[in-house]
Each structure stands twice: as structure tokens, then as C-alpha cells.
T-cell receptor, first 109, second 113 residues
């Protein structure tokens, strides 16, 4: 069974802090990795994607991928209350897309 | 505006009454997919389609049917809904495969009584 695991949280950080979200996956053939943000009652929206080992930065967000450890993470710098949401990790191998159950993040003012 | 449109947004029905949830995208995407989202389980793929007339099962296809007669449309059909199909459903599309960025519809909240 191919799995994507995330800590369900809730993860609570103060405004301005760094939030660190983690995800592990079981399928070693996975090729594409995504982080989606989902506000309550809304549809997922893409935050970051990463295909290669290492770090990828986009504004306040950094995705980190380590294929050897089967680990992908998302760092949110200078966290804002508007970042409070559930973050979904998604992993794809060809047309097999798997999502984690999500980590709920709360940023307190 | 580029978008994925699902209808209806909310649906309450009874066991055994056939229903269809429509999904349409205007981005000329080849790949389309249906997911269900349940508390604690995340998003699970029901069916996906790589192009017109090409569909395949995802993780949880039992009790569902799909069709892809046109590139833009990918309806989800529940022939005989049961209470365990009560869930939040999302349609998504991407350019060529699940390895591309997926764009999601607004979701359909289905309750089967």
C-alpha cells in the first residue's frame, strides 16, 4: 500500500515564527511532490511543487525534498494568521497521485 | 477565467437514487480526476482520465462510474448511492498527468440518507 504520512496537528505557531510541516512517503518511485493549502470548506490550492532533491524557495515558502529518506517538508517563514489552514502533502508516480491527510496549522496573532 | 466547475455544490439524496456530479474545465487539460475527502483520511482518488475515452480506477472506485466523451467534461456517476458515499468530492484537472499541477473545482458536498 502506497502511503503518504503527515502529522495531523494541530500545529500552532506565533505570528512571525517559522512553521515546519513534514511529510513522508512510501513509494520510492515517486517523482513529483506537491504542497497544497486548504482553508476550511474550500478546495485545495497549490503552494509549492518540487521534483528534485534539495530546497526550492518561493517567497516565504521553502519546500525541501530528500528522496533517499523519502521525506518532503514545507517551511513557512514569517507566518501570518492568514496562513492558518490545513496543508496537504501530495506525491505522484506517473498517474498515481496520493495525498496525505493534512496538517492543520494555526498561526496565533 | 481558467477554472474547473463542479455542479451541484451541495446534494442530499436517498439510498439507491442515481445521481451525477458534473465537472467541466476550460483549460484544455488532458488529465482529469475525481477525489473524495473524508475526515482523517485526506483526499483519495476515485477515478482518473488521461484523455478522451481513456479512464482508469484510482484507490476507491467501488460504487462509482465515470465517462470522458469530451475533453472538457468528466462526470462522476453514482448508480446506486449508499450512506458510505457521503463525502466531499473534488474534481481536478492538469495539463497532461497527475505529475503536473492540479487545479481543483470548488467541491460537491454529498449526503446520502
Amino acid at each position: 500500500q502506497k502511503e503518504v504520512e503527515q502529522n495531523s496537528g494541530p500545529l500552532s505557531v506565533p505570528e512571525g515564527a517559522i512553521a515546519s510541516l513534514n511529510c513522508t512517503y512510501s513509494d520510492r518511485g515517486s517523482q513529483s511532490f506537491f504542497w497544497y493549502r486548504q482553508y476550511s470548506g474550500k478546495s485545495p490550492e497549490l503552494i509549492m511543487f518540487i521534483y528534485s532533491n534539495g530546497d526550492k524557495e518561493d517567497g516565504r515558502f521553502t519546500a525541501q525534498l530528500n528522496k533517499a529518506s523519502q521525506y518532503v517538508s514545507l517551511l513557512i517563514r514569517d507566518s501570518q494568521p492568514s496562513d492558518s489552514a490545513t496543508y496537504l502533502c501530495a506525491v505522484s508516480n506517473n498517474n498515481d497521485m496520493r495525498f496525505g491527510a493534512g496538517t492543520r496549522l494555526t498561526v496565533k496573532p | 477565467e481558467a477554472q474547473v466547475t463542479q455542479n451541484p455544490r451541495y446534494l442530499i439524496t436517498v439510498t439507491g437514487k442515481k445521481l451525477t456530479v458534473t465537472c467541466s474545465q476550460n483549460m484544455n487539460h488532458e488529465y482529469m480526476s475525481w477525489y473524495r475527502q473524508d475526515p482523517g483520511l485526506g483526499l483519495r482518488q476515485i477515478y482518473y482520465s488521461m484523455n478522451v475515452e481513456v479512464t482508469d480506477k484510482g484507490d476507491v472506485p467501488e460504487g462509482y462510474k465515470v465517462s470522458r466523451k469530451e475533453k472538457r467534461n468528466f462526470p462522476l456517476i453514482l448508480e446506486s448511492p449508499s450512506p458510505n458515499q457521503t463525502s466531499l468530492y473534488f474534481c481536478a484537472s492538469s495539463l497532461t498527468s497527475s505529475g503536473d499541477i492540479q487545479y481543483f473545482g470548488a467541491g460537491t458536498r454529498l449526503s446520502v440518507l
